[in-house]
């Protein structure tokens, strides 16, 4: 070695040298390409080259483990055959490329990729995997690059299963369509609103919120909640805490009212719940209304129908009160007033004690008038119509009149000149003169007028034109007007209802009007209303004129008390009082009396009379059996006998709904001696 050249040593160095760092340099190729081989093995995605014939040259172990061939099987085979579409199992026979087959999309973005060069990204394909020894459908995302390896083109494909990720998605579009169709579906207006600086603005509603409130849905969505909420359901809202509260604790059944577009109000129970996100944070609130318009609409209604039937039989209670104590009342007057007028026949009329039996037959009188308006009120009032002048009836009411309106209003008194004659129960003129003369003094507050006129009117079709409801012909009108506070609209539409009033509880009963109404329609007359809020109010009353003939019997009025040509009267009457003081009128009258306490008695008298009977005088109820039925019994045995029916109040038997059957003659308890003289004479001198 010791004739080795220093030059030789040199490149033998050299060489050491160079071996070392080729050695280092293949070191490194390997370390490199072990990496390189890890990163393309243990990708979470399909990588593979193919050539320009579709062939796989190199697949990565996540390749061969979805598709469960080793590697070399799949090596030069056509993608087709080494991992297969699901379609290309379907065409088993074709190159695994038919014209349905799903792995085309693979060959043919492969091949477009390798003729133009473009790269694809996220095709999508259905392929059958063999996963841990099962075959499997998934969904690959594929992309495609042309890669060239010293010239030689190839195709890098990837492919990532995305199998897991589209099931959680299809699975969260289902739940979302679940919950939508829910949200939508509820029997509620459901919204969910979003906190915008302490304020509750709506970011999703369902279709029964829009559609009861008869709004679009972008007319709804963004904006605040108290949009559609009325003023106090707004006041409630903020200011009443409403909406801190649903925030954190929530509502249970609140009221609220929402406001439709079109003015309507929509009645709700509400129940609001905080809403926060994933985190926790508070987002805003899930709002349910639960539309209670109807509901309450029909509770409402039962309630005033509750309260309608309670005043009906209110009224119908004391009606049957009035009733019987104007019975009982009624007859001790008629015993008062009968001995009154026996002990002034026996008197001399200048003495003394016949001016205090007048005065005791006065004030019996005037005991009796009251009893009249008590009955009036209770409709027990017979009404017998009769002929007269409007303009007298009211002029006797007048001081009636003032005393109940007070002081304070004027009462104007207007009558019309020639007025027609008219034929109706004068107590029914002063019941719709009280009612009307009532109703102004309560629309006027403080001092006021009130102003009766009466005036003979033709309506002729002209005016029909203008008031349908009126028939042509000719009227008396009797109007009303006062300068009180008027009508608005809605009111005057509902006026003439039973139970109608706008006066708080105890002060009103709602019957005035309707009373008024129905006497008016009794009498086939009309009735108007003319009234503006602060400008007063005018009824009109227009009652047909009378067409017969009119007997001025009033007129004539001063004669002598007629007197009986000794007749036989029967006088039935179970109060023995009023049957001896009506006995002693009647035979000082003229007559010849037979008094009977109960019918069985009178019947008796009857049958056992031969001679005749001219007129049967009759209370209306008593036990046994009603003067109606008494006067059957009795014109059996006397066909022509001739009744008179007393009573202090009209019982059904004789009158209908208070009118009093055709051809019926009564006398009203109490009666004086002339009242009884006059009636017994008008009713034995029928023909
Ligand atoms: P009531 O007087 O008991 O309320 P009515 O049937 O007499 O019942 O009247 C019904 C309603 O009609 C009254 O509550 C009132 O609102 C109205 N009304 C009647 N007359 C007048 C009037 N002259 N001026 C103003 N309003 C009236
Ligand atoms: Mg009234």
């Not at 579409?85 to 390798?114: E, M, N, Q, W």
């Not at 009093?660 to 001198?685: H, I, N, W, Y």
Request: glycine share 8%; charged share 25%.
């Amino acid at each position: 070695m010791k004739d080795k050249s220093p030059n030789a040593l040199r490149a033998i160095k050299a060489l050491r040298r160079q071996i070392a760092a080729r050695k280092q340099a293949q070191q490194m190729l390997k370390e490199r390409d072990e990496e390189l081989q890890a990163l393309f093995n243990k990708a979470p995605v399909c990588i593979f080259l193919l050539d320009g014939e579709v062939r796989l040259q190199k697949g990565n172990s996540t390749l061969t483990r979805f598709f469960g061939h080793n590697q070399e099987k799949m090596l030069g085979h056509r993608c087709g055959s080494a991992f297969r579409c699901v379609h290309s199992l379907d065409d088993p026979a074709g190159c695994g490329y038919g014209p349905h087959c799903k792995s085309c999309i693979i060959r043919k973005t492969v091949l477009d990729t390798f003729h133009t060069g473009e790269s694809h990204l996220e095709i999508e394909a259905d392929m059958t995997t063999h996963y841990n020894g099962r075959s499997e459908r998934r969904v690959f995302l594929i992309s495609t690059t042309l890669v060239a390896v010293m010239d030689r083109k190839q195709v890098l494909v990837c492919m990532e299963n995305t199998t897991e990720r589209k099931q959680a998605e299809e699975a969260l579009r289902h739940a979302e369509k679940r919950f939508r169709t829910m949200f939508e579906e509820a029997p509620f207006m459901y919204i969910i609103t979003r906190n915008l600086n302490g304020a509750a603005i709506i970011v999703d509603c369902n279709e029964l919120f829009q559609a009861t409130l008869g709004h679009t849905r972008a007319e709804v969505l963004d904006q605040p909640l108290d949009k559609f909420y009325t003023e106090e359901s707004r006041h409630r809202l903020y200011n009443g805490g409403g909406y801190q509260k649903a925030m954190t604790i929530g509502l249970m059944d609140e009221e609220r009212e929402l406001i439709a577009r079109d003015g309507r109000i929509i009645k709700t129970l509400l129940r609001a719940l905080p809403e926060y996100d994933a985190h926790g944070a508070l987002l805003g609130t899930r709002a349910m209304f639960i539309d209670i318009t109807q509901h309450k609409k029909a509770a409402e209604e039962k309630q005033k129908l509750e309260a309608q039937l309670h005043q009906a039989q209110k009224l119908e209670s004391i009606g049957r009160l009035a009733g019987g104590v104007a019975h009982d009342f009624n007859n001790m007057l008629g015993v008062i007033i009968g001995h009154a007028d026996l002990a002034l026949e026996e008197l001399d009329p200048t003495r003394p004690p016949a001016a205090n039996l007048r005065g005791i037959h006065q004030a019996a009188k005037r005991s009796a008038d009251l009893t009249r308006q008590l009955l009036a009120f209770a409709r027990q009032q017979a009404v017998a119509p009769r002929i007269l002048d409007l303009n007298d009836t009211v002029a006797g009411m007048l001081k009636m009149l003032q005393r109940l309106i007070g002081e304070d209003i004027d009462v104007a008194w207007l009558p019309g000149a020639g007025l027609w004659p008219l034929k109706l129960d004068p107590s029914q003129i002063d019941q719709m003169l009280a009612n009307l003369c009532v109703n102004a003094r309560d629309a006027i507050a403080g001092v006021g007028k009130i102003t009766i006129e009466t005036e003979n009117v033709v309506i002729d079709e002209a005016r029909r034109a203008v008031q349908t409801d009126f028939l042509p012909g000719e009227y008396v009108l009797l109007a009303v007007s006062d300068d009180g506070c008027g009508m608005e609209r809605d009111i005057l539409e509902h006026i003439f209802e039973p139970f109608f009033t706008t006066k708080e509880l105890g002060k009103g009963t709602g019957l005035g009007l309707a009373t008024v109404y129905g006497i008016v329609k009794q009498n086939e007359g009309f009735i108007n209303v003319y009234s503006e809020p602060g400008s007063g109010t005018t009824f009109k009353i227009y009652l047909p004129r009378y067409g017969g003939e009119v007997v001025k019997a009033a007129a004539a009025a001063p004669l002598e008390i007629p007197k009986g040509c000794g007749e036989t009267v029967l006088l039935v009457e179970d109060e023995s009082e009023i049957l001896n003081v009506s006995r002693a009128m009647l035979e000082r009258l003229g007559y010849h009396v037979l008094a009977a306490g109960t019918p069985g008695k009178a019947l008796n008298l009857a049958k056992n009379r031969s001679g005749a009977i001219h007129l049967l005088i009759t209370d209306v109820v008593m036990p046994e059996m009603n003067g109606r039925q008494l006067e059957k019994l009795l014109k059996e045995l006397m066909p022509d006998l001739k009744c008179l029916f007393s009573s202090g109040y009209t019982a059904d038997v004789i009158a209908h709904r208070g009118v009093l059957d055709e051809g019926v003659q009564f006398l009203q308890k109490p009666f004086s001696m002339k009242d009884l003289a006059f009636k017994v004479r008008e009713v034995l001198e029928q023909e």
